[in-house]
């Protein structure tokens, strides 16, 4: 079985630039999260979607990024535009449901460099 | 405020054991996660506790106390594959994962 596909696995930008990355779940997962990991922490949750709804954007930065997932499988994350501290790894996760016992599976992440 | 404390960096030898410790303080439990992440790869699923207890799976075994906020992974027959950075997450009421900042574990031969 296919784990979580992203892409892509590394982009550099200059700053003010747009980025956007795409996000592929494991089939069948109605759930699926957008985080952020700076060097050195844990993940950090930008949004999270139940099927095509977006249930928990409170940490999105909304001024500059946007989401979505259209159909409820894929999705986009989008940064317009770029700043130097949006430097990170944005790891795409999903799970079956957003219960308890639904465990996250993580896509290998897109390293961001904004110069 | 929503707090999990891990050790940041940790080292032991090939073959033996290490014990790495996770304290939380979040708003509400519906389970702690242990996860692993290799340098510049995804964090993958270690184990889940969600009861008081220990958990063995193979090599690794997870431990909660929910009375103490406490949980430790504890890793036996170490092997120079296990060097990365464990990371310790609770599901809070909001059923939000609140992750620590994760243990880098150095294995030496």
């Known amino acids: 079985e296919a784990g979580v596909v992203q892409s892509p696995r590394y982009k550099i930008i200059e700053k003010k630039q747009p980025v956007a990355f795409w996000c592929n779940p494991i089939s069948g997962h109605n759930t699926l999260y957008w985080y952020r990991q700076n060097l050195g922490q844990g993940p950090e949750l930008l949004i999270r979607y139940e099927n095509e709804e977006a249930v928990d954007d409170s940490q999105l930065p909304k001024d500059r990024f946007s989401a979505e997932r259209l159909k409820g499988v894929d999705s986009t994350l989008k940064i317009q535009p770029a700043e130097l501290g949006d430097s990170a790894v944005y790891l795409c996760?999903?799970?079956?449901?957003?219960?308890?016992?639904?465990?996250?599976?993580f896509g290998p992440g897109t390293r961001l460099t904004v110069l | 405020g929503q707090n999990i404390d891990q050790p940041t960096e940790m080292t032991a030898t090939e073959g033996a054991i290490v014990q790495i410790n996770c304290t939380y303080q979040?708003?509400?439990?519906?389970?702690l996660f242990w996860y692993q992440q290799h340098a510049g790869e995804a964090p993958t699923f270690l184990s889940y506790n969600v009861l008081d207890g220990l958990e063995e799976k193979g090599r690794f075994s997870s431990f909660l106390s929910r009375s103490k906020g406490y949980s430790y992974l504890l890793l036996k027959e170490l092997q120079m594959k296990d060097s990365a950075s464990y990371l310790c997450a609770v599901m809070d009421s909001n059923y939000q994962l609140i992750w620590g900042a994760g243990t880098k574990l150095i294995i030496k031969p």
């Open positions: 996760a999903s799970s079956l449901g957003g219960g308890a016992t639904d465990t996250q599976y």
């Open positions: 979040t708003s509400g439990f519906n389970g």
